[in-house]
């Protein structure tokens, strides 16, 4: 295929803070550059507390266009500006494609690309927040907003089967031919070249080679419930006292943690280690991981943990269900597949669920073994790029807008088109 240098792929994210989102963003926009398109990343600036993902874009040559007035947070006046400035780069640079990231990117973004007329325009669904952010007033305000950007939206990407099915047919945010479901695609090598501990995690928490080590990583934050994990620890705890615990991570609940923490007498057990980006380095060290989240996507730690080798226990929740590999076989009170087990958001549960787990170490390497193989095939970047750049050009086919010189080649298998947004 002959791609168009001149081919603009804007894509547009709130912020580039620790997580799955930013990851993808990055990624991506590296990738489209790699294939010969002129790829650019709009992206506002991380608010004080979180970490930035700023030092991967540097690893891959991606050089952030920077809005310092879009955040995650809600301001009228400065989401105006925010708009106003997307409005002013559409109309100078004239990408052919823009693709949003993120409630707040999303929302600003598209209608960015619907004043200025951008031909193209695509919405990336990585979680949603409709369940667990906010109060049911609000999240009809915020369900309005989407149904009417999901008209006017050429595509709409899932990162999983069960969020597709979510916003269908329980939020209605957009007819199933227009939501595709794609899995998401990370650089995993890093992690599935770990083999065995590696001592750095332990030596820097004091937890012995030979103790038994479960980690949480991510945003200290309300949606991934690190008090439900507290919660769990104290009934794992009191099973089993050679057991320690370590938060990876950081966010505005950790002060609420760490009182938490020393209210429990767990301070012994437990210990929060910040931001850390040696992460293959935790997982080597980790023998389970533990999510216990409220809402999720695609969480980017149980990937990151299966390509490391390790087994989870995680909330069935979102589209966790759709990592799970095997068929699952019923356990007193939770689920156990080929890689990990899910269980419902009790601390009891989650508790026994993890015992279970620490107490079978040849069970613990055949689900490593199983997710290994899982993420390997399913979850490579490359993939995604191939995919995302197949759907691009369907779309700008569709819409009769792609370059005269521009020669598409067949895909090399059928891909799920999704219907052109009204004009």
């Known amino acids: 295929m002959t791609v168009d240098p001149k081919i603009t792929i804007a894509r547009v994210i709130a912020r580039l803070n620790v997580g799955g989102p930013a990851v993808q963003a990055i990624l991506m926009t590296d990738a489209f550059g790699r294939k010969g398109y002129r790829a650019v990343l709009l992206t506002g600036d991380v608010a004080s507390g979180e970490a930035s ?49 993120t409630a707040k990117a999303g929302t600003l973004g598209r209608l960015a690309a619907m004043f200025t007329g951008v ?23 915020f369900l309005a907003i989407e149904r009417l950007l999901g008209r006017y939206t050429d595509c709409i990407v899932a990162v999983s089967q069960s969020q597709k099915n ?5 939020y209605r945010i957009a007819p199933a031919e227009k939501v595709v479901a794609l899995s998401l695609g990370f650089d995993l090598d890093r992690f599935l070249c770990v083999n065995g501990h590696e001592g ?13 080590l479960v980690g949480w990583v991510g945003r200290i934050t309300a949606i991934k419930a690190p008090d439900l994990f507290l919660a769990s620890v104290a009934q794992i705890h009191s099973q089993s006292r050679s057991v320690r615990f370590v938060m990876v991570g950081d966010g505005e609940l950790r002060p609420e943690c ?11 057990r437990v210990a929060i280690a910040g931001w850390r980006q040696d992460l293959e380095s935790v997982y080597a060290d980790l023998d389970v991981l533990l999510l216990t989240s409220i809402n999720e996507g695609t969480p980017l730690a149980l990937l990151e943990a299966m390509a490391s080798g390790r087994p989870f226990v995680a909330t069935d929740v979102g589209g966790v269900r759709d990592l799970m590999t095997g068929r699952a076989q019923r356990e007193e009170g939770w689920e156990r597949f080929d890689n990990g087990i899910l269980v419902p958001r009790d601390p009891r549960l989650i508790a026994k669920a ?9 069970l613990r390497m055949a689900m490593g073994r199983a997710g290994r193989e899982f993420v390997r095939a399913r979850y490579s970047s490359e993939r995604l790029a191939n995919e995302l750049e197949q759907l691009y050009l369907q779309l700008a086919t569709r819409k009769k807008c792609l370059r005269p010189n521009m020669e598409v080649s067949p895909p090399s298998a059928p891909a799920v088109i999704c219907n052109s947004s009204p004009e």
């Open 200 to 212: 750095t995690l332990r030596a820097s928490v004091g937890c012995a080679p030979e103790s038994p």
């Open 354 to 362: 993890t015992d279970y787990l620490l107490h079978r170490p040849d």
């Open 166 to 170: 979510e916003l269908v047919g329980t």
């Open 258 to 268: 760490e009182a938490r923490i020393l209210q429990a007498g767990l301070r012994e």
């Open 53 to 101: 993902m700023d030092y991967l874009a540097d690893q891959r040559g991606v050089r952030p266009i920077r809005i310092n007035t879009l955040s995650r947070k809600i301001s009228i006046v400065q989401d105006l500006r925010s708009l106003w400035r997307l409005v002013q780069f559409f109309r100078r640079e004239r990408p052919l494609i823009v693709h949003t990231h």
């Open 119 to 141: 031909p193209v325009r695509v919405h990336t669904f990585h979680g949603h927040v409709f369940h667990g952010y906010f109060s049911p007033a609000v999240t009809r305000i």
